[in-house]
């Protein structure tokens, strides 16, 4: 039961934990998108005692804790103090990845006191409360709000998918508590061995705690190790269904439920147009996908971008791209809502088989050196 414990439940609790974390940051991200984005002109014309904003820059200086942000038009500051700060790497060969290729990048939470060793012109994206601070307006966290920086590389475009795609754990059960619960399961487990080995009556007891010492490494073990093989491809699958699932529902944050378009932060028409063929003008341009055409996928596609206005003499129907670098531009291939909760099923059933497969693997690699402990003995 203490292998169970130590080794089992103590790191399943804390991937839940840390799952959830990762959960509140897409979420915060996602939040800020709809906020309106700084810039000189709406820096003017702030009121009252602020407002939730999100600014894009590059990284200027740090000076007392206040980190210095510049675009074009403006430059303002930044209260590093409480703030939640990201550092999300770019993928080799410093290109836009495709939004379901399953990369190894995977933002880094650092403290806001690690912010001043970063290179200067790093891109930064802040979104949070802005207040004045010594007669200036600031970025400025609170216990309800607390400001989120992303230091990221690559394209201001790309920066929406990546977050959303790659704010996940790549292995939910090596967390911030598996260590803790590996050394103090192993105590727990020598202390019992150390305690009952050298009793004839108890030595089974003793033979048992030995060998559970070494449960984190039964999935490593052949022959278990081959259902530990399939754990790992079949989790990290799940872990790209989740992807898809958080980047098909990306359009859907700007659109009230039935409706079909919106104006963004900026007042530029977004929405999404259905097409019961991919448009030939979009294979053309071409319209990147949000996630990948699923197979046999015959009918039926939408895509989302800035609308052209209203009563606009030869307008293109066909969704452009926004100004609003974090606006969603792509297309889907069939109702966003109807596959995202596809996505969700597909990857809560992977994740259970999953979980069966490396339990499965435990049990035969604990079954075999069992056996010859006590052969041996």
């Not at 999300?88 to 990845?97: N, R």
């Not at 001043?116 to 802005?130: C, D, M, N, T």
């Not at 969603?328 to 259970?352: D, H, S």
Request: contains cysteine; aromatic residues 14%; proline residues 9%.
């Amino acid at each position: 039961m203490l292998a169970v414990f130590w080794y089992g439940l103590v790191p399943v609790i804390g991937g839940f934990v840390s799952r959830h974390s990762w959960r509140m940051f897409r979420q915060r991200f996602d939040d800020l998108r709809l906020k309106p984005l700084l810039n000189y002109g709406a820096y003017r014309h702030i009121a009252g005692k602020g407002g939730i904003y999100r600014f894009i820059g590059g990284f200027e200086s740090t000076d007392d804790h206040t980190l210095w942000i510049r675009s074009e038009t403006l430059t303002i500051p930044v209260a590093l103090a409480g703030a939640h700060t990201y550092m999300l790497p770019m993928t080799e060969g410093g290109e836009i990845p495709e939004s379901f290729d399953p990369s190894e990048e995977v933002p880094e939470r650092i403290r806001w006191d690690q912010v001043s060793a970063l290179a200067e012109g790093a891109k930064v994206f802040v979104g949070g409360p802005v207040a004045l601070r010594d007669e200036r307006w600031t970025f400025v966290s609170t216990p309800e709000q607390p400001l989120l920086l992303i230091f990221y590389d690559g394209p201001d475009r790309a920066l929406t998918l990546r977050a959303i795609r790659a704010g996940r754990d790549r292995n939910e059960y090596w967390n911030f508590l598996t260590p803790y619960a590996f050394i103090l399961g192993a105590f727990f487990e020598i202390l019992i061995a150390a305690s009952f080995l050298p009793r004839p009556a108890f030595r089974l007891t003793g033979i048992t705690a030995f060998i559970f010492l070494f449960t984190p490494v039964f999935p490593l073990i052949p022959p278990g190790i081959v259902c530990t093989v399939f754990y790992r491809r079949l989790w990290w699958r799940a872990r790209i269904l989740r992807a898809y699932r958080d980047l098909a529902r990306l359009p859907l944050k700007y659109l009230a439920p039935g409706a079909r378009e919106r104006p963004l932060p900026d007042g530029e028409r977004y929405g999404g147009v259905y097409y019961d063929s991919l448009p030939l003008e979009a294979t053309e341009k071409p319209i990147p996908l949000l996630i990948p055409e699923p197979e046999g996928h015959k009918i039926g596609w939408y895509i989302f971008g800035a609308l052209p206005e209203e009563g606009a003499l030869g307008a293109d129907t066909l969704p452009q791209e926004p100004r609003d670098p974090c606006a969603t531009f792509g297309a889907i291939p069939g109702n966003p809502e109807k596959l995202a909760r596809g996505f969700t099923f597909k990857a809560y059933v992977l994740e259970i088989i999953s979980c069966l497969f490396l339990g499965a693997g435990i049990g035969i690699s604990l079954f075999f050196i069992g056996l010859m402990v006590f052969m041996l003995v």
